[in-house]
């Protein structure tokens, strides 16, 4: 794809302002679906999106106005993409802290690699919020089968032990049971590990905070998540939940937000204890997330646009439900036929208020996000029997 991006005439002025308006290039870190949806959003509000990532058919790539192809830790990479932005935000983790830096002297980026850095390790992340004084699961951090021994005598068994760096949908970590289990964990030395106290939860909510960097912010209600093998399956708007727990919810996540002065969008998942009491944090992710997918159909502003929104510094949109309730359920690789065959997409399209969103992606691999489906009804429950009954449609033989 050629690349002929020019920036406003106003950049300098915009930047100024804090403000970047619409015929802007906005840089998107990672080729992902959550980047494909987010140059979608954008390119709606009249923005131009350039993404980073590793490959010219990656989702993303697929649907921006250009892309710069190579190594996320490439220095002369980064600059050549950085140089055309006027503002730059990520859509996943996993990206070097020292890239996002390297952007940000190039032009305004949000997350800040701090914040990125904060969020790539489960201890530091840990530590960060029980430090701003929110409620998190009860933690120590251990190194070997010694340390997790003395850990379970403090905080109890069973345990659920993480690898503090790259750990997501369920990957790095185990249920340690007893403390005849200790050497079941496959202890790598060169790498923090993190033991959490094992939570009898009610059920996970997730809070979805955008911020700017002014201070404003605004704050969907909290969304039920349901998984199936450490893999989020379905999301419901509203949850059965108290008036009193969602605001509590809330201000969790705007408290997190504040707290580490993240701009653009953040997802707070917690736990919901003491039968729909209390809350826990359990992760966060500052950057647009799975759960909130639902809004692009279900709320007067989807979290991708106000994710260009708040980098963007424009006014945040309304975070209103438009509806009775919503659910979204994910479409994993292992929809798809041995030969690869793709399942047949009408049959969850005949199911009506059923929306269908795909990611472009061509390898379907058991556990592979490949897309997901979303309804919207005169209720949550409601809409959960749509989109399951939508999916179970598509696993059906011909």
């Not at 930047?15 to 998107?28: D, E």
């Not at 131009?48 to 220095?75: E, K």
């Not at 993409?81 to 830096?101: G, R």
């Not at 919901?272 to 759960?291: D, F, K």
């Amino acid at each position: 794809m050629s690349l002929q991006t020019e920036h406003s005439k106003d950049t300098a002025a915009n930047r100024a302002s804090g403000v970047i308006l619409p015929g802007a290039t906005i840089g998107m870190v990672g080729g992902g679906q959550l980047g494909r949806m987010f140059a979608m959003a954008a390119a709606t509000m009249g923005y131009r999106v350039v993404v980073f990532c590793g490959d010219a058919n990656d989702p993303a790539a697929q649907v921006a106005c250009g892309s710069i192809i190579g190594p996320l830790d490439d220095p002369g990479t980064v600059k050549q993409f950085a140089s055309l932005c006027d503002v730059i935000t990520l859509e996943f983790e996993n990206i070097p802290a020292e890239t996002i830096a390297r952007c940000s002297e190039f032009a305004p980026t949000y997350p800040s690699s701090r914040v990125l850095a904060i969020a790539q390790d489960r201890l530091l992340e840990k530590t960060t919020l029980a430090e701003a004084g929110l409620p998190v699961t009860p933690f120590l951090e251990v190194k070997d089968a010694e340390s997790l021994a003395k850990a379970g005598d403090q905080l109890g068994w069973p345990l659920i032990v993480k690898s503090a760096r790259s750990g997501y949908d369920g990957k790095g970590q185990y249920r340690v049971a007893a403390v005849t289990d200790v050497h079941e964990v496959p202890w790598d030395t060169a790498q923090a590990w993190v033991a959490e106290q094992l939570v009898e939860f009610d059920r996970e909510i997730s809070v979805i905070v955008s911020r700017a960097a002014d201070g404003r912010s605004a704050c969907y209600p909290p969304f039920e998540n349901q998984h199936r093998n450490h893999i989020l399956d379905v999301t419901l708007s509203p949850p059965v939940t108290s008036a009193e727990l969602s605001q509590r919810a809330r201000q969790i996540a705007l408290s997190a937000a504040n707290s580490l002065d993240v701009v653009g969008i953040l997802c707070v998942e917690m736990f919901v204890t003491g039968g729909g009491e209390s809350v826990l944090v359990n992760e966060i992710a500052p950057r647009p997330h799975n759960s909130g997918h639902l809004t692009i159909e279900a709320f007067q502003t989807s979290q991708f646009q106000q994710h260009v929104r708040a980098v963007c510094g424009l006014p945040l949109g309304s975070t209103e439900l438009t509806c009775g309730g919503a659910a979204m359920a994910n479409l994993l690789g292992d929809l798809w036929s041995g030969s690869g065959a793709a399942p047949d997409w009408d049959k969850a399209l005949a199911v009506p208020g059923v929306n269908l969103h795909l990611y472009g992606k061509t390898v379907a691999k058991p556990g592979r996000k490949m897309g997901h489906l979303t309804a919207t009804a005169d209720s949550a429950q409601r809409a959960r029997e749509l989109v399951i009954s939508a999916r179970r449609r598509l696993a059906e033989n011909p």
